[in-house]
């Protein structure tokens, strides 16, 4: 059994079309088709459903595309290891990272790209499902995501820091000039918010519920941009994790305020398949995000936003990116 016939299979499986997936794995129809047969062979049990074309697969076949993913992405993770020991670390990084942590994960992907120059980074606007999903099925390295609020399953995880939420509005909104909001002064604008697919909204909706207090936003979106476009237009206020402050505050139109009452804060961090050893990429993510002090690094951002964001108060302008492991 060779691992290009496992390939085939794969890609078999994914195309559900023998000419299409002939092309994607660049032979004939009849090469694909031989080595499917072969593979049928090595192991003594059927595999596809045949028929004028492709039907499904098998039981058996079914089991074998589970274990076909594994021992293709050891094949891949094998000889990138082995050439990573002579030319360094190359390819590319894929990672999940759920909207809010968006304004984090440049802290992650700089530090690793200094340590590693030659490799790339393919980041994914994902659910946490999604990132469940994606490393279960090897379609990612690692994510960023919550660490305790609806854990994900079969990971690793690294805890990096402490989400916690501000109000964000246009400079001209009635509530900017206060220095703190209250829940029930955020809850009664009109608001634009994470849709409910997305894990920050579900948090946000039981925060909201320990205050006696119901979130009803006018407008909903599962990406961050989507939510800034509406604050810019004025007349919408969004709850934010305090990260949205890094990313947009420079934005002289947008201004935050803290939220007056306390809440509780919800761990952010890395996760990684729980498999040992690690993919190569997923490896030296967890050396460099170990070795790295994020602390100072968010610290000195916080300082760089409040020297330019001139509409926000710096005693009440915080944000923490707490190390630990």
């Given at each position: 059994?060779?691992?290009?016939?496992?390939?085939?299979?794969?890609?078999?499986?994914?195309?559900?079309?023998?000419?299409?997936?002939?092309?994607?794995?660049?032979?004939?129809?009849?090469?694909?088709?031989?080595?499917?047969?072969?593979?049928?062979?090595?192991?003594?049990?059927?595999?596809?459903?045949?028929?004028q074309r492709f039907v499904g697969l098998t039981v058996e076949g079914e089991h074998l595309l589970a274990w076909a993913k594994q021992i293709l992405?050891?094949?891949?993770?094998?000889?990138?290891?082995?050439?990573?020991?002579?030319?360094?670390?190359?390819?590319?990084?894929?990672?999940?990272?759920?909207?809010?942590?968006?304004?984090?994960?440049?802290?992650?992907?700089?530090?690793?790209?200094?340590?590693?120059?030659?490799?790339?980074?393919?980041?994914?606007?994902?659910?946490?499902?999604?990132?469940?999903?994606?490393?279960?099925?090897?379609?990612?390295?690692?994510?960023?995501?919550?660490?305790?609020?609806?854990?994900?399953?079969?990971?690793?995880?690294?805890?990096?820091?402490?989400?916690?939420?501000?109000?964000?509005?246009?400079?001209?909104?009635?509530?900017?000039?206060?220095?703190?909001?209250?829940?029930?002064?955020?809850?009664?604008q009109r608001l634009c918010l994470l849709s409910e697919d997305m894990q920050n909204r579900r948090i946000l909706d039981g925060l909201a519920a320990?205050?006696?207090?119901?979130?009803?936003?006018?407008?909903?979106?599962?990406?961050?941009?989507?939510?800034?476009?509406?604050?810019?237009?004025?007349?919408y206020v969004s709850i934010v994790p305090q990260t949205f402050r890094h990313l947009f505050g420079g934005t002289e139109a947008l201004v935050m305020?803290?939220?007056?009452?306390?809440?509780?804060?919800?761990?952010?961090?890395?996760?990684?398949?729980?498999?040992?050893?690690?993919?190569?990429?997923?490896?030296?993510?967890?050396?460099?995000?170990?070795?790295?002090?994020?602390?100072?690094?968010?610290?000195?951002?916080?300082?760089?936003?409040?020297?330019?964001?001139?509409?926000?108060?710096?005693?009440?302008?915080?944000?923490?990116?707490?190390?630990?492991?």
């Open positions: 059994m060779l691992v290009r016939h496992l390939s085939y299979f794969v890609t078999l499986a994914r195309e559900q079309h023998f000419a299409r997936a002939a092309q994607a794995c660049n032979v004939t129809q009849s090469t694909l088709s031989a080595a499917l047969r072969k593979l049928e062979e090595d192991l003594q049990v059927a595999l596809v459903v045949r028929n992405i050891d094949y891949d993770s094998l000889r990138e290891d082995l050439s990573g020991l002579r030319t360094g670390l190359t390819g590319t990084l894929r990672l999940g990272v759920i909207p809010a942590a968006m304004g984090a994960v440049g802290f992650l992907t700089t530090h690793f790209r200094a340590v590693h120059p030659d490799a790339c980074v393919e980041i994914r606007s994902l659910s946490s499902r999604e990132i469940q999903k994606g490393l279960d099925g090897f379609e990612i390295e690692a994510g960023l995501t919550y660490l305790e609020n609806e854990p994900l399953d079969r990971v690793r995880r690294v805890p990096l820091y402490h989400e916690r939420y501000i109000l964000a509005m246009r400079s001209d909104h009635p509530l900017a000039a206060e220095v703190k909001v209250t829940w029930a002064q955020a809850c009664a320990t205050f006696g207090l119901v979130l009803r936003p006018t407008v909903v979106s599962n990406s961050f941009l989507g939510v800034c476009a509406h604050l810019r237009e004025g007349g305020r803290d939220l007056a009452e306390p809440t509780p804060h919800q761990a952010v961090g890395l996760v990684l398949s729980e498999r040992d050893p690690l993919p190569p990429m997923a490896a030296a993510l967890l050396r460099t995000t170990l070795d790295a002090s994020f602390a100072a690094t968010v610290e000195a951002a916080e300082r760089r936003a409040r020297l330019t964001i001139g509409n926000v108060d710096p005693r009440h302008s915080t944000f923490s990116f707490d190390a630990e492991s």
